[in-house]
């Protein structure tokens, strides 16, 4: 009885240890592939065009 417990306790033991693992590696994989990225696409936010008045945008064309 105490050698099918100690088989227990290890089966139990390398299936937490797996999960483990598997959970480090996931998490090293999702990261190295967010490093791999190129800055512009972690970093694209839409710019806004802002008109704060017309005095702005009358210039802005006068200048283009």
Do not use: S, Y
Not at 17 to 22: E, I, K, Q, S
Not at 26 to 39: D, E, I, S, T, V
């Amino acid at each position: 009885m105490d050698a099918l417990a100690q088989v227990g306790i290890l089966t139990v033991a390398t299936l937490f240890a797996g999960a483990a693992a598997f959970g480090m590696a996931w998490a090293f994989l999702c990261g190295a592939f967010r490093l791999m990225q190129p800055a512009a696409v972690r970093m694209a936010k839409p710019k806004r065009l802002e008109l704060v008045n017309g005095a702005k945008a009358r210039q802005f064309v006068a200048q283009h």
